[in-house]
């Protein structure tokens, strides 16, 4: 394809004027000019414009932080947006042997917080992370996520994107309606999916309608402290249907959460036994329940100790939920997915997976009902029923199969349509669509620039596609995900970058604004054990390192600086307890250590100022060397020691 000069927009002209002449600089090619390179490489003049909106130059950085999920992994993607550069990911259910995360006394502890019986977990299911908010507003101090196979909840503080805590519950066997947000993040939400019996108890599943149950658990959140309390945390029971995503009511909202339901026929499947596929038994009704709680009253209804305590979770039953009038239903079409409130707080966007529209329901008609009481009906638990009609503001023809749906600055909301696989882009003022674009392939979530906040952005969009099909070199038939970087800032929306994830399923993602955030360079005071959040016990400062034979071992009180360790001789002797102290005592930003040691999979990082405590058995004789595991200087090699292990 050759380009002609005369048909480049303006900005490519002036590109082209400003570089046409210029070729000294040629690798490859004879003609490195903008031109030149483009007909080389067969590039159109779109694919040269979006290069210039995303190229961001050696040492600049980007203008937001995408964290998105690391679904299998367990772990969270920080990602640089718009040059779509991968900068971490934080261990939070999983190890992660970089970082140490996993591998030292506090980590083990961290990830072994939530087990099922004595299992141990080593994948999550991770969904939904959500970013703390301050009125609404992304506040950039923490960031929550949630793992749907294992119900659990992991708080990771953005000060040292460090995971500080994991909580769970055994009221629950699975999740999905996880995390979000209250406006101020007095609460985390999480809710069941597949019912079960509350607690982890055994019933045969044809006694499914009266013993299985779903539950929305309200994990309070101490800011001081930057963690959950799981002591001042409860739970509502709801009826077996299957809760899905949810949304927490803003502005005119505030105190109310919303969350869609599926299968409300309540099939359990038994494809050997008779029954249809839960996958059809599921799918009979037009109707669906939105469900519509006051969360502030259940509050109060929690703090007058109107629970039960169930698997230690402070529930309120559904009798109870009830008869404060703290729960309602809304129908709403369709196998309901995506439940997004609006920006001002005004409108619910749900998308039937099985329909052709979204629904705009209008959260103050739906307040004032259930606070008169007009109900129409109720469901077979009791749970009072909306008329449809009077709740919604209406409705917006979209597209097969709408998913999920986030906001921009100017009005417009954008919605994933999974079966016809585009964004579609559509007016708030009066439900029309205004554009679509192609996300090839299967696109799941989408997230824009603070796009679920009262104040969104607009700016970017990223499509979270399910499987990247054609778009990349063939790694056989696992397909890479594909994040598609979409600009919304202009009157049409543009596609700008498609970046293949090597882990599958991120599923969702937030974006904030780079400047939101303001991570700790160097771990201070020096012995910092950051998931204690202080000084640890056992630090060691230079000029008290030793080793001392305790009750419980050998305890070694170890530092790090470049580049050595000291001590870097320990005698110990086969089958004594080994507890290494080490605290690196660098505070120059660009020294960070590692400490391994073969044959005891030990293996920590030792950022300036941090502290590990590590422990393990001398399980053999024999010599062991240990070493730091970053390229810490000129004499990095040399960063070594011995353990020796006597003979008994
Ligand atoms: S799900 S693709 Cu968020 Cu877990 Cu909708
Ligand atoms: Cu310290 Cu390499």
Redesign the pocket.
């Known amino acids: 394809m050759r380009i002609q000069v005369g048909t480049a927009a303006a900005l490519l002209g002036l590109l082209v004027a400003a570089c046409g002449n210029r070729s000294e600089s040629g690798n490859g090619g004879d003609d490195a000019s903008v031109v030149g390179l483009m007909n080389e490489r067969g590039l159109s003049e779109q694919d040269v414009i979006a290069a210039l909106k995303t190229y961001t130059p050696t040492g600049k950085h980007d203008e937001y932080y995408c964290f998105a999920s690391g679904g299998h992994g367990g772990n969270l993607i920080v990602i640089g947006v718009p040059s779509m550069r991968i900068l971490k990911y934080v261990g939070v259910f999983t190890t992660e042997p970089w970082q140490g995360f996993g591998y030292d006394d506090a980590t083990i502890e961290l990830l072994g917080s939530v087990k099922d019986g004595e299992n141990r977990f080593t994948w999550a299911d991770m969904h939904h992370p959500a970013l703390s908010e301050t009125n609404g507003s992304y506040d950039g101090k923490y960031i929550f996520v949630n793992d749907k196979a294992n119900p659990r909840i992991g708080v990771v503080d953005l000060s040292d994107f460090v995971t500080k805590q994991i909580v769970g519950t055994e009221l629950i066997q699975s999740e999905h309606g996880a995390c979000f947000v209250t406006p101020n993040t007095d609460y985390v939400i999480e809710t069941s999916q597949y019912p079960a019996p509350l607690g982890g108890a055994y019933a045969p599943i044809e006694e499914y309608n009266d013993k299985y149950r779903g539950a929305m658990i309200f994990w309070r959140f101490d800011r001081e402290r930057g963690r959950i309390d799981t002591a001042a945390s409860f739970a509502i029971e709801l009826p077996p249907y299957m809760q899905d995503l949810a949304d927490c009511g803003k502005k005119v909202s505030d105190g109310w959460v919303f969350c869609n339901s599926i299968n409300t026929e309540r099939a359990y499947g038994g494809t050997l036994e008779g029954k249809p596929p839960l996958e059809s038994g599921s799918s009979q009704n037009d109707m669906d329940y939105l469900h519509c709680i006051n969360w502030r009253k259940a509050e109060a209804v929690a703090k007058a100790g109107k629970t039960e305590t169930i698997a230690g979770m402070r529930t309120i039953s559904l009798k109870t939920a009830i008869a404060e009038n703290l729960l309602a239903f809304v129908p709403e079409p369709k196998s309901p997915h995506g439940n997004d409130v609006t920006p001002d707080g005004t409108g619910i966007v749900v998308g039937g997976k099985l329909d052709t529209h979204t629904t705009v329901y209008d959260t103050q008609k739906i307040a004032a009902q259930i606070e008169a009481k007009q109900f129409v009906g109720e469901d077979p638990y009791g749970v009072p029923i909306l008329d449809f009609q009077k709740s919604i503001k209406g409705q917006c023809k979209i597209g097969l199969g709408p998913l999920h749906t986030v906001f921009d600055d100017k009005g417009f909301a954008y919605t994933s349509v999974f079966i016809e696989t585009v964004v579609a882009k559509w007016s708030l003022a009066d439900l029309k669509v205004v554009e679509k674009i192609d996300t090839h392939y299967n696109i799941g979530h989408l997230v824009a620039a603070e796009g679920d906040t009262v104040d969104p952005d607009g700016k970017y969009l990223i499509a979270m596609n399910k499987w990247s099909l054609d778009r990349f070199a063939p790694v056989g038939p696992l397909l890479p995900q594909n994040f598609q970087l979409v600009d919304i800032g202009g009157s049409s929306m543009n596609l700008l970058y498609d970046m293949p994830l090597p882990l599958g399923e991120p599923h969702n993602a937030q974006i904030i604004k780079a400047d939101k955030l303001k991570p700790i360079e160097t771990f201070k005071p020096s012995g910092m054990e950051p998931i204690l959040g202080k000084v640890d016990p056992h630090a060691v400062a230079d000029g008290q390192q030793r080793i001392e034979r305790q009750a419980d071992g050998v305890h070694v009180y170890m530092t790090?600086?470049?580049?050595?360790?000291k001590p870097d001789i320990i005698r110990v002797k086969e089958g004594d307890m080994v507890h290494l102290h080490i605290t690196s005592v660098e505070q120059a930003t660009d020294?960070?250590?590692?400490f391994a040691m073969g044959g005891q999979d030990v293996n920590v990082s030792?950022e300036p100022g941090k502290h590990c405590n590590i422990s393990f058995k001398a399980h053999r004789a024999g010599v062991f060397p240990f070493?730091?595991?970053?390229?810490?200087?000129a004499?990095?090699?040399e960063?070594a020691g011995y353990m020796l292990v006597e003979p008994r």
């Open positions: 790090a600086i470049r580049s050595h360790f020294a960070t250590h590692g030792l070493y730091c595991t970053e390229f810490c200087s004499l990095h090699l960063m």
